[in-house]
């Protein structure tokens, strides 16, 4: 088993440079959340899934080691493929050692909701980026299940986690708009008798409810009086194995269609993307930018909407990006900032409170990185603004990656259209979500490559 990401590997340095058009088909790693499900929710059934696509990054990989610390058996059994023999609602065993999470908040922040309630004791830590991540989010309603918690100041990991005995469901109304807390809820509410609850505000991505519901759960989403929807989940349900097909992450297709975009004479089509519609916020900010973007061939596979995105260059304009889209492509803006770099005119993207508590404060490193490379941009209150002059960036900065693959690959894709390189002082982040990206990259005609 390979093992999750550690801050104490030796960073390794990167540069991209101005490059010729990019051209080509392409399939990006498979989707990063999704992926973590079909494990999770496998190693929660009776029965061997098969899962095909999985994303073999480092995030998955960490969720991967954990389930089998918990007595679950996943193991690959082919490229992209494995085979996972789950155990059943209410049977994880305690792991006799601390679970390492390394980057991935998503496994930290869902295994902790399978946990609460387990009548187990765990202890959960992972890499530097994510021992700064705020807990407290997951750690309140699952209190309210009856887990116990004993974390470091902040909520912050390493952390304790003693399952509820007699878990309570819950009714709770999400405070951020987050997937990643509804998920640890309704994950919680599994192993908790009667019905669980989440109240969302704003929509978030639905693969939890959406797998769940393929394993055989019952979970309804519902209207909520006011705005919003309703959750629920029925506690024990009988969760039986089913096959996976995991589509590629379009959170990753996002860097090499935005490459496309930027560089004179492009042309890529990136093949069998997920295209849900909590997860397509970037493609409607593209198309008002006046984005060439097609979506051909759409068709559905594994209970997911797929579509082959084609991308070609050509002039950007810069747009309003409001609040409300924000959880539909919360992982985009680093990408989006740097296409908006590139355009004619300002870009506002607002309501990025959130950005602050990714694998990095990406609000601060995006506004930083595009300063070092001549970019002018502004952060007021949340909400970040880049004015885009039309032509090409100046680059010849180096940027501080932070753990953040996110962050990494975006800069690298801006060295691409930059009158001068752009460096990243640390390319290894990258493979906690899209291992092979720079060969990938340079396939297509980018510059990407160690000095
Ligand atoms: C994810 C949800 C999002 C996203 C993360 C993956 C998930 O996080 O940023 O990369 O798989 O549920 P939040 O729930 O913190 O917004």
Aim: with cysteine; hydrophobic share 45%.
């Amino acid at each position: 088993m390979v093992h999750p990401a550690h801050s104490s590997r030796p960073a390794v340095p990167m540069a991209a440079w101005r490059s010729g058009p990019l051209a080509g088909r392409l399939r990006v790693p498979g989707d990063k959340s999704i992926s973590h499900r079909a494990l999770m929710f496998g190693a929660l059934a009776i029965g061997r899934t098969e899962i095909s696509g999985l994303l073999e990054g480092e995030d998955v990989l960490a969720t991967a080691a954990a389930l089998n610390a918990l007595g679950a058996q996943a193991v690959r059994v082919g490229n992209g493929r494995w085979a996972v023999d789950g155990i059943g609602v209410g049977a994880l065993a305690e792991p006799e050692d601390r679970l390492d999470l390394g980057n991935s908040g998503t496994s930290a922040r869902l295994l902790l909701g399978m946990l609460a309630t387990h009548p187990i004791t765990a202890f959960v830590t992972g890499d530097a980026s994510l021992r700064r991540r705020p807990m407290g989010r997951v750690v309140e309603p699952l209190s309210r299940f009856g887990a116990h918690f004993v974390a470091r100041e902040g909520n912050r990991l390493p952390l304790a986690v003693r399952g509820a005995t007699d878990p309570i469901p819950i009714v709770y109304r999400l405070p951020v708009p987050s997937a990643q807390v509804k998920s640890a809820v309704l994950l919680a509410g599994l192993n908790t008798p009667g019905t669980t609850t989440v109240i969302e505000p704003q929509p978030t991505r639905d693969h939890t409810e959406r797998m769940l519901r393929h394993f055989g759960a019952t979970v309804s989403t519902e209207p909520e009086e006011g705005g919003g929807s309703r959750i629920t989940v029925e506690g024990y349900p009988e969760l039986a194995a089913a096959p996976i097909v995991v589509p590629g992450d379009p959170s990753s297709a996002a860097f090499p269609l935005i490459a496309a975009l930027i560089v004179p004479g492009s042309d890529l089509t990136v093949e069998g993307v997920g295209i849900n519609p909590l997860r397509t916020g970037l493609l409607e900010c593209l198309e008002e930018m006046g984005a060439d973007i097609a979506l051909l061939n759409r068709r559905e596979e594994g209970g997911e909407p797929v579509a082959d995105i084609r991308a070609r260059a050509g002039i950007l304009k810069g747009a309003e990006i409001p609040a409300e889209r924000a959880p539909r492509m919360i992982d985009e803006y680093p990408i989006l900032a740097v296409a908006a770099a590139c355009a004619r005119g300002r870009t506002v993207m607002r309501g990025l409170a959130e950005l602050r508590v990714k694998e990095s404060d990406r609000l601060a490193a995006i506004a930083t990185g595009l300063d070092r490379c001549g970019v002018r941009v502004a952060v007021e209150g949340d909400d970040l603004i880049v004015e885009g002059a039309g032509n090409f960036p100046a680059g010849g900065a180096m940027i501080e990656t932070q753990l953040d693959h996110r962050i990494a690959m975006a800069f690298l894709v801006l060295g691409l259209a930059a009158n001068e390189p752009v460096r990243i002082d640390d390319d290894a982040p990258i493979a906690t979500s899209f291992p092979g990206f720079n060969a990938m990259m340079s396939r297509l005609g980018a510059a990407i490559g160690q000095e």
